[in-house]
């Protein structure tokens, strides 16, 4: 007989054996080796054992035959990537850049089989008269043991294992032999954890209003018509999307498919798996990362087997085995955490449209601030736009007041609230209504502004700002730019010109030097650091125990507090400076979302931005909710410098222990790229020092390239993979990161 041979990709993440081997499957094992199933093969010259997947079976020998080793044996234990999965990691590894290995870990989030959890009960298997007299014949012959069991037997035909062996005192032995005299049986029932935990609450229903009905129609008759394509649904905070999704869940699932719902792990609390809960019950299923692997594991069991229809969660969630998943929902498509940031670095949106194409399903996206990349797309027709322009409820969006705290230091107010702000937190104390102070430090990364004219410093190349590093000196993190501290204001001259660096605690504690009566709770990461703090935190402020909420972006995310009728944000502006081309876009979302949180209530909703830039348009569209106009303004800063949407953006980042070494390794591999001799070229920008230059001991170095074609950046990825190869680099790491979310 012939000999088969296997492809099997070592289960090691490192690029050098980033290729399948080939390996013979020994005859015994014909039948049990399939694609994409867990094996145990002799690796390297020492023969070590190692575990890997077989990719493929039946290519020829690529070697002489005698120097091909032997499988040693199929890992039972392990679930087995089926082959769409696999090609699912081949998509991801080609797409985003990553070892094959890295890219089936990601598709097989579960990787172990857990045990169920067992109920165990001993059943009689006699009437009751037999049990009686096997009962005196035991105690006769002082089988205590026995006797117990049958006398408990006599009165209760079921009793559960633990009572058995343990009130009853009854060893696992007598219970096997009586179960071999056939007086009683072991029965084993196993039960799959189930995580969601609810009270079974009214069940509201709402019916759609005519704006959400048209979406759930629209979408519903492409369904009909197999038309399976990616909907962007843009809708101002409460403006009904959820119910749109709802609806649409429910007609999937009506229709004998499944529905996968991504939600920011952040969001995912009580108050929104409830609503889902309420509205499907038993058939939904909810996974995220403070499951246990057992939990998570019988999750994608239940799935599987059909027990659960809905799934909601992160990223992760993405890889449900649904026999047939008809919808992919993806709320708040615009949180950067839908990006991965370990390899490989796929975005959730672009592997759902992936996987909705091989299934034949649905996208859909939904956000009020949707991302450029997906306007964008949605512009150009790609994908089908609605929009929802109106609060589903009464209440309307609350007003937006801009301080300019140039003006307010130019006045003699040298405290971090304006008057204005003060003055109406005041108001709040007095009336007992609740306010919410959030402080904008997102990608906060030590640049320089100045506290007259808020003048912020900024590369001569980039249009990024500057950061300040320890030696006082600032750099610019794309294309390495530096220049000497400065100590008086290019723009103004004056003096004030400083890093910003108020934190929440020295906040707190201004708070209650100026409002002594106030009752603060503050949410930041040290006040959250163990599991249950943040729930804790929100339901003491949803519980009206405090005044005032102060936190980070934390307190931004889709809570509604029906007491709060003011919101303040400290430096609206902080996050413009941040030192990448997302800042702009980050900013106009935290701010419109943050304005989305006052004002849920009964009473309309004031909000205060503090700002230094009171004209950016990132801070005035947000302040009207002005989504389009922010879109139009920040799309010709893009186009201008080339970023993404308007180009694709590819980062090549380079880690290592020594800085010498990794500098001339990001030199090889630009020489590398440009030896590729492309007709049309990518835009390069770099090497450079990354914005983290050094961390854990470890120096860093980024190139970026720039390309209106993906597939370009794809070519450049490609080749600096079969470089790096070539070399069997053991001490720097190199990764890729396409259209990043954050700066490296
Ligand atoms: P979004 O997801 O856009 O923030 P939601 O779906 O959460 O909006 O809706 C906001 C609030 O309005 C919720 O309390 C919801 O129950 C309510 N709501 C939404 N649609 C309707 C409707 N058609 N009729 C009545 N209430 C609605
Ligand atoms: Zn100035
Ligand atoms: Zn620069």
């Given amino acids: 007989m012939q000999a088969v041979y296997a492809d099997v990709i070592i289960d090691i993440s490192h690029e050098k054996v980033d290729r399948p081997f080939q390996y013979r499957i020994p005859e015994h094992l014909l039948d049990k080796v399939t694609v994409g199933c867990k094996v145990t093969v002799p690796f390297g010259r020492g023969n070590t054992s190692r575990t890997g997947y077989v990719l493929a079976i039946g290519n020829p020998p690529e070697w002489e035959e005698s120097r091909i080793k032997e499988i040693s044996e199929v890992c039972d234990k392990s679930i087995t990537a089926e082959d769409n999965l696999i090609a699912l990691a081949a998509y991801m590894k080609e797409t985003f850049g990553s070892t094959m290995i890295a890219a089936l870990k990601t598709v097989l989030p579960v990787k172990k089989v857990t045990k169920a959890v067992e109920h165990k009960t001993v059943h009689a298997l006699k009437d009751e008269k037999e049990l009686q007299l096997a009962a005196f014949n035991a105690a006769s012959k002082h089988r205590r043991a026995q006797a117990r069991l049958l006398d408990a037997l006599c009165e209760s035909p079921e009793i559960a ?152 969660g992160p990223r992760s969630a993405l890889f449900t085995p649904f026999p047939n998943t008809g919808l992919i929902v993806i709320d708040e498509e615009h949180e950067s955490t839908y990006k991965s940031e370990t390899s490989p670095k796929y975005h959730a949106r672009e592997v759902a449209i992936y996987l909705a194409k091989k299934n034949g399903a649905q996208v859909i996206l939904g956000s009020a601030t949707p991302s450029l990349e997906s306007y964008t797309r949605a512009k150009r027709g790609e994908y089908t736009l609605f929009e929802l322009e109106s609060r589903a409820t009464a209440n309307t969006l609350p007003t937006v007041h801009i301080t300019d705290m140039r003006k307010e230091f130019e006045e003699g107010n040298k405290s971090i609230f304006s008057r204005l702000l003060q003055n109406k937190i005041e108001d709040r104390l007095e009336k007992g209504e609740q306010t919410m102070l959030f402080l904008n430090r997102r990608g906060y990364a030590g640049f320089i502004s100045c506290r007259s004219c808020g003048e912020v410093i900024k590369c001569p190349h980039c249009d990024v700002s500057l950061s300040e590093h320890r030696d006082g000196k600032l750099y610019c993190h794309y294309c390495g730019f530096e220049q000497r501290k400065v100590t008086k204001c290019p723009a103004c001259s004056s003096p004030y010109i400083a890093g910003f660096k108020a934190g929440t605690q020295q906040i707190e504690e201004l708070i209650l030097k100026q409002f002594p009566t106030a ?94 830039q009171p004209e950016h348009y990132a801070i005035t569209a947000s302040a009207t909710q002005d989504y389009k106009a922010f879109y139009e303004e920040e799309m010709l800063y893009r186009e201008m410098l080339l970023y993404p949407p308007a180009a694709e953006l590819l980062a090549v980042q380079l880690t290592g222990p020594d800085e010498k070494g990794i500098e001339a390794l990001a030199a090889k591999l630009a020489l590398q790229a440009e030896s590729m001799a492309l007709q049309d070229p990518p835009v390069r920008i770099g090497p450079a020092k990354a914005a983290l230059g050094k961390k854990k001991d470890l120096y860093r170095q980024v190139i970026y390239y720039k390309h209106k074609d993906y597939e370009t950046l794809i070519q450049v990825k490609n080749e600096m993979e079969r470089y790096l190869n070539t070399l069997q680099l053991r001490r720097e790491n190199v990764q890729f990161d396409f259209n990043p979310m954050h700066m490296f």
Avoid: W
Wanted: glycine share 8%; aromatic share 8%; with cysteine.
């Fill in 161 to 312: 294992y633990p009572l058995v062996t343990g009130k009853l005192n009854v060893s696992p032995q007598t219970v096997q032999s009586l179960e071999k005299q056939g007086y009683c049986k072991v029965v084993v029932t196993t039960e799959y954890r189930n995580p969601i935990r609810f009270r079974d609450e009214s069940r509201k229903c709402v019916s759609l209003n005519p704006d959400q009905q048209k979406i759930v129609d629209s979408i519903e008759e492409d369904r009909k018509q197999k038309k399976y394509g990616t909907y962007l649904i843009h809708g101002v905070t409460g403006s009904g999307k959820t119910e749109v999704y709802m609806e649409l869940i429910s007609k999937c699932v009506e229709s004998g498919k499944q529905a996968i719902m991504l939600i920011p792990e952040i969001s995912l609390t009580y108050q929104t798996v409830s609503r889902f809960y309420q509205r499907f019950g038993d058939q939904v299923s909810v996974i995220h990362s403070r499951l246990s692997e057992g939990e998570r594991f019988d999750q994608f069991e239940r799935a599987k087997k059909g027990e659960v229809t809905v799934m909601i």
């Fill in 519 to 612: 009752v603060v709770l503050r949410m930041d990461a040290d006040t959250t650091k163990n599991k249950d703090d943040y729930e804790k935190i929100l339901s003491r402020f949803s519980n009206r125990e405090a005044d005032i909420l102060l936190g980070t972006q934390m307190i931004v995310k889709g809570h509604d507090f029906s007491g709060v009728t003011l919101m303040g944000i400290l430096a609206a502006d902080l996050s413009l400076n941040g030192n990448d081309y997302r800042s702009g876009e980050r900013t106009f979302q935290l701010l419109t979302q943050a304005a989305g949180r006052a004002g849920r209530g009964e009473i309309q909703g004031e909000v205060v931005f503090q700002t230094y």
